[in-house]
């Protein structure tokens, strides 16, 4: 019983995780999140390039999307341009 409680307790203290990425992988993954912030105002657009262009909270302007969800671009305006 002795054995049993002592390998639970220092099983976890000698795990470790490990990532990496393979040669090929390198510049094809992202590990940065955008994010645009609380919209404050956004319009529309029909046609071919269904996209939202929205201001926000955080002094951003981007463009959405609406097809595939995600961010076309966005730009951070400095405090000074609201």
């Known amino acids: ?6 390998v ?7 795990a470790q995780t490990v990532s990496g990425l393979y040669a090929d992988q390198a510049g094809t993954w992202d590990w940065h999140k955008q994010n645009i912030g609380r ?3 956004a ?7 269904k996209r939202a262009y929205v201001a926000t909270e955080q002094n951003v302007v981007a463009a959405l999307n609406l097809k ?3 961010i076309a671009w966005r730009q951070v305006l400095a405090e000074d341009d609201k």
């Not at 019983?1 to 002592?6: D, G, K, R, T, V």
Request: proline letters at 4%.
């Open 1 to 6: 019983y002795n054995l049993i409680a002592f």
């Open 8 to 14: 639970l307790v220092a099983l976890p203290l000698f």
């Open 39 to 41: 919209v404050t105002s």
């Open 43 to 49: 319009a529309f657009t029909g046609g071919r390039l």
């Open 68 to 70: 595939l969800g995600d």
